[in-house]
């Protein structure tokens, strides 16, 4: 369930905190790269060598570095040593990535299986943050997981229509479709991407396997 679950959300913002990078030096531009070569390895899942390419930034930089620690939050979550990227998320409410810190704070919440505390810093971080897509789904997969299907729905659906080509937004619709029953919906999101008869039958397998741990539906 473990694959599952990790198949279904966790994270993209990395990408969206880089599209904030300002300009104004040479220095500035420098470090741009370096933070660019920092992310594109958080997002291939080498956490080991982003922390150590952190320590060694930090030692130019500072450790003061607000990008610098949520980037380092991000790869101890990835470590799964998530009381160390707890309290870094921790420290980094109230600063500019506040919204990235909840969702951090949510995925990990998520990861505990308590719900209710991921969905409420998911909510915080997509109210902060209402396009970005990564924070959408992994509002939308919570709510799935809690019971509450046309909440997730609406997540989903909005994730989706901002980033077409995003793979786990549709997945995650996909999912919910084929665990209410809506098996035409689901058959014609697959059509649209070209998705074969087996893979549909290997989303039907993951969604049967993702049924038995949703939690009593609240009606919302």
Do not use: W
């Not at 594109?40 to 607000?66: F, N, T």
């Not at 040593?81 to 909840?102: C, P, S, W």
């Not at 505390?117 to 992994?138: C, G, Q, S, W, Y």
């Not at 980033?163 to 014609?188: F, H, K, V, W």
């Amino acid at each position: 369930m473990a694959a599952l679950l990790a198949a279904c959300s966790g994270s993209g913002f990395v990408r969206e905190v880089e599209r904030e990078t300002e300009l104004r030096s040479p220095a500035d531009a420098e470090d741009a790269v370096y933070r660019d070569l920092i992310a594109q390895l958080l997002q291939q899942e080498k956490y080991y060598a982003a922390l150590a390419h952190i320590e060694e930034h930090q030692r130019s930089v500072g450790d003061d570095d607000p990008r610098l620690s949520l980037y380092e939050a991000r790869a101890l979550y990835g470590l799964r040593l998530d009381g160390q990227a707890k309290a870094i998320f921790l420290n980094l409410r109230g600063t500019r990535y506040d919204a990235e810190a909840h969702h951090g704070l949510g995925l990990i919440d998520a990861r505990d299986a308590e719900l209710e505390k991921a969905i409420e810093h998911f909510i915080l971080a997509v109210r902060a943050r209402p396009t970005n897509v990564a924070m959408r789904n992994d509002l939308g997969f919570a709510l799935l997981r809690a019971g509450r299907p046309e909440d997730a729905r609406l997540q989903l659906s909005t994730a989706l229509e901002l980033e077409p080509s995003n793979q786990r937004a549709r997945t995650n619709l996909m999912l919910l479709m084929l665990i209410r029953g809506d098996e035409q919906s689901a058959r014609q999101l697959a059509e649209s991407v070209g998705m074969t008869d087996r893979e549909l039958a290997q989303m039907r397998d993951q969604a049967e396997r993702l049924r038995a741990t949703i939690l009593p539906s609240t009606g919302g």
